[in-house]
């Protein structure tokens, strides 16, 4: 079946913009997790969605991020005002709940780079 | 705090030279301990889980261990196909998130 596919897979903005970037994960996933990988840096975890359930936001850097995740499904994350250490590649991924400990299905990535 | 260190960060490795890649972690309670692969452009591709010491699994040319603070890779005979950064991360009992290590660049010539 297919995979967790995010969009745009480039995005290139201005510094002061805003900017979204979407995920859709695997269809039947209930839990979607948001990372940020800077160059040279391990996976940076922004925020967790598990179900109908409050979002884990305590990954997320600073009040210019937020997310949401509409129907279950598809997730935005949203950048506001931009700044160029926000330039890095976020990375998306699923997987089935926490009925049992799952492995994450990982997108293919934005790459975000701000002028 | 939850943490994950691999080592090391690169390694060259000709074709058919064995070695490991090494995990670190201190965790609350390990839920599991996963391995996945990671090509240039691409989102991480999942490999192994282990969820407790002594446990062992394989694919391939790929061998994953683990102890009680560490695990290792092990790589048999690479190929150059086996290039790509490997990345270690840890699911703890105290909460949703999974820590990642920095992953090691593995270059394999031929």
């Known amino acids: 079946g297919a995979g967790v596919s995010q969009s745009p897979s480039n995005k290139v903005t201005e510094k002061g913009k805003d900017v979204e970037l979407r995920c859709d994960p695997i269809?039947?996933?209930?839990?979607l997790y948001w990372y940020r990988q800077s160059l040279g840096q391990g996976l940076e975890f922004l925020i967790y969605?598990?179900?109908?359930?409050?979002?884990?936001k305590s990954g997320l850097p600073s009040d210019r991020f937020s997310a949401e995740r509409t129907g279950g499904s598809v997730s935005t994350l949203t950048i506001q005002r931009t700044q160029q250490e926000d330039s890095a590649v976020y990375l998306c991924?699923?997987?089935?709940?926490?009925?049992?400990?799952?492995?994450?299905?990982f997108g293919p990535g934005t790459r975000l780079t701000v002028l | 705090e939850d943490q994950v260190t691999q080592s090391p960060e690169a390694l060259r490795l000709q074709e058919g030279e064995s070695s490991s890649l090494n995990c670190s972690y201190t965790?609350?309670?390990?839920?599991?301990l996963f391995w996945y692969r990671q090509d240039p452009g691409k989102g991480p591709e999942f490999l192994f889980t282990?969820?407790?010491a002594g446990e062992e699994k394989e694919k391939e040319r790929l061998k994953a261990t683990l102890t009680k603070k560490e695990s290792f890779l092990h790589i048999t005979a690479p190929k150059p196909e086996d290039s790509a950064t490997y990345l270690c991360?840890?699911?703890?009992?105290?909460?949703?998130?999974?820590?990642f290590g920095t992953g090691t660049s593995l270059t394999v010539i031929p």
């Open positions: 991924a699923s997987t089935p709940g926490l009925v049992s400990i799952h492995e994450q299905f």
């Open positions: 269809s039947g996933h209930t839990a």
């Open positions: 969605f598990q179900g109908n359930s409050a979002p884990d």
């Open positions: 965790v609350s309670g390990l839920r599991g």
């Open positions: 282990l969820y407790s």
């Open positions: 991360a840890v699911q703890s009992g105290t909460g949703n998130q999974f820590y």
